[in-house]
């Protein structure tokens, strides 16, 4: 088993992680970076290397690759405890269990695509947008080569990117329903225009040309969509939708669901860091100040992980919390920190108006708002909306006790999937806010972990100098 000792760990090889990692072993700190994944580059950049593209991104992962950074892919943290000394990370690589200890912990855990539930959404064939794209960045799923029909239904940022690379690499969609609220409903537009014009023209620009290359494809849009409905025999056959015009069916072999992003909160819901929720993205987002410090003293948090904001923001933002540690471990001398952090805020600052123009034009919808009781919300447990409701009226006025009673949240994501449509479904059904009801207490393991590996953590224990623990 490997035990190290670093003065930084990092968890999250996405556009934070990496540019936490790059400036933290710039400027001296003994760092390691852990991801899931199997190569660096997070969802943003994922496959990065083995597909070429994005020249900055390329550049920034050899950067980290060259500088001195311990580089732990295809690493699933398992727990994290604190001490008079700092945190512990336990993490499983290969089968194995292995711990770092550092002076300080930095969280760039990402974001994580909002589900959608909806009738027949466990059927198979039913995804995210951003699964489905995934498929296609590192297995090359592309739909419409077999003859398959693709249906992406939902509205965003996400769909867009995802139907452009489909038409680049040569496969088809047959529709798309835009579940979005009409524009005239949308807040008014025209102050945010020239801020985020002036703040991320590059941004903005990108944007205006994915709706462009949208609106010239030729793929049918069906608009102001409504009751969404998979369905099939085994597997997804057809979608059911409803729009101003009427009720449709159309055949799918695939249909693609999103309604935004949301922070993956799991690591930071295990520490018992503070959260606040934000009902404008309808989700929870952990508390952190402008460096990212975080409510526990030596955790700081940067990227989407603390809101969404983008790649580019991530940035900045995994740049501002290396610094400020840099700072806190004695490495950056006060002057210097706040020269460098004024220049950083500012950039922050100067991206994020692109992306308050986008929360104004695609906010998410209030997914226990019409919820059918038949509708499965836990789909480890196989959870209905309506064991929820029953659970409530029984007095189960809280996401835990609710979880208690019916199991949501209890399976092997432990509600990455379901935890926080359950406190909304709860705060609906008891007339409280979702911030009154709060979110589900996780617990470790955050993801399974074989018997056997705990058998190697136990073996090295014994084989090791109690003093050295």
């Given at each position: ?6 003065d930084?760990a ?8 990496l540019?936490a990692a790059?400036?933290a072993?710039?400027g ?6 852990i991801?899931e994944q199997?190569?660096p580059?997070?969802q943003v950049w994922?496959s990065l290397e083995?597909?070429g593209g994005?020249?900055a ?6 950067q980290?690759?060259?500088g001195?950074?311990v580089?732990?892919?295809g690493?699933t943290l ?5 001490d008079?000394d700092?945190?512990?990370?336990t993490w499983?690589s290969?089968g194995?269990?292995g711990?770092t200890?550092?002076?300080a912990?930095v ?6 695509e ?6 027949g ?6 995804l ?9 960045k590192t ?8 003859g398959?029909g ?8 996400l769909?867009?990117?995802y ?7 040569g496969?088809t969609?047959?529709a798309?329903?835009?579940?979005g ?6 807040p008014?537009?025209a ?5 985020a014009?002036l703040?991320?023209?590059v ?18 849009v ?10 099939g025999?085994?597997r997804?056959e ?12 159309l ?15 799991q690591?930071?819901?295990?520490l018992?860091?503070?959260h606040?929720w934000?009902d404008?993205?309808?989700c929870f987002e952990?508390?952190?100040?402008d460096f990212?410090?975080?409510?526990r003293?030596?955790?700081w ?20 919390a ?5 700072r ?12 460098r952090?004024?220049?950083l805020?500012r950039q ?5 108006a692109?992306r ?8 998410p ?7 059918a009781d038949?509708?499965v919300?836990?789909?480890?447990e196989?959870v ?17 006790r609710t979880?208690t ?14 935890g926080?449509?359950?406190?909304q479904?709860?705060?609906r059904?008891t007339g409280?806010?979702?911030a009154?009801?709060g979110a589900l207490?996780?617990r470790?393991?955050?993801?399974p972990?074989p018997?056997?590996?705990f058998?190697?953590?136990?073996a090295a224990?014994?084989?090791r100098d109690p003093?050295e623990?």
């Amino acid at each position: 088993m490997t035990v190290e000792s670093v003065d930084l760990a990092i968890v999250g090889a996405g556009p934070a992680g990496l540019s936490a990692a790059a400036a933290a072993s710039g400027g001296g700190l003994r760092t390691v970076l852990i991801d899931e994944q199997p190569a660096p580059g997070g969802q943003v950049w994922r496959s990065l290397e083995a597909r070429g593209g994005d020249r900055a991104g390329l550049d920034l992962i050899r950067q980290v690759r060259s500088g001195g950074t311990v580089l732990r892919t295809g690493t699933t943290l398992v727990e994290v405890a604190f001490d008079d000394d700092g945190p512990t990370l336990t993490w499983m690589s290969r089968g194995e269990l292995g711990r770092t200890r550092a002076r300080a912990l930095v969280l760039a855990t990402g974001a994580m695509e909002r589900p959608v539930p909806i009738p027949g959404w466990t059927l198979p064939g039913v995804l995210g947008v951003g699964a489905l794209q995934t498929a296609l960045k590192t297995g090359g799923l592309l739909p419409g080569r077999d003859g398959g029909g693709l249906v992406v239904a939902g509205h965003g940022p996400l769909p867009l990117l995802y139907l452009a690379q489909v038409a680049a690499a040569g496969g088809t969609v047959s529709a798309v329903l835009d579940t979005g609220p009409p524009i005239r409903s949308v807040p008014p537009l025209a102050g945010m225009l020239p801020t985020a014009l002036l703040g991320d023209p590059v941004t903005l620009g990108r944007g205006l040309l994915l709706l462009a290359r949208h609106a010239l494809s030729g793929v049918r849009v069906y608009r102001g969509v409504r009751d969404l409905a998979a369905i099939g025999d085994g597997r997804v056959e057809a979608v059911r939708f409803a729009d101003d015009r009427g009720e449709h069916t159309l055949p799918c072999r695939l249909l693609g669901l999103h309604d935004g992003v949301v922070p993956n909160t799991q690591v930071t819901r295990l520490l018992r860091l503070d959260h606040v929720w934000r009902d404008d993205r309808r989700c929870f987002e952990p508390v952190a100040d402008d460096f990212g410090r975080s409510s526990r003293t030596g955790v700081w948090i940067a990227g989407d992980g603390a809101g969404i904001a983008g790649a580019d923001v991530a940035l900045v933002s995994g740049r501002l919390a290396a610094l400020d540690v840099l700072r806190t471990l004695g490495s950056v001398p006060e002057q210097a920190f706040r020269s460098r952090a004024a220049s950083l805020l500012r950039q922050r600052a100067r991206l994020g108006a692109a992306r308050r123009l986008i929360d104004a034009l695609y906010p998410p919808r209030d997914p226990s708002d019409g919820l059918a009781d038949t509708t499965v919300v836990c789909r480890c447990e196989e959870v209905t909306a309506g064991g929820i409701r029953q659970a409530v009226a029984a007095g189960a006025h809280g996401p835990n006790r609710t979880k208690t009673a019916t199991r949501c949240g209890m399976g092997a994501c432990q509600g990455r999937m379901c935890g926080q449509l359950l406190s909304q479904v709860v705060a609906r059904e008891t007339g409280r806010t979702v911030a009154e009801v709060g979110a589900l207490r996780i617990r470790p393991p955050l993801k399974p972990v074989p018997m056997a590996a705990f058998a190697t953590l136990a073996a090295a224990a014994d084989a090791r100098d109690p003093e050295e623990w």
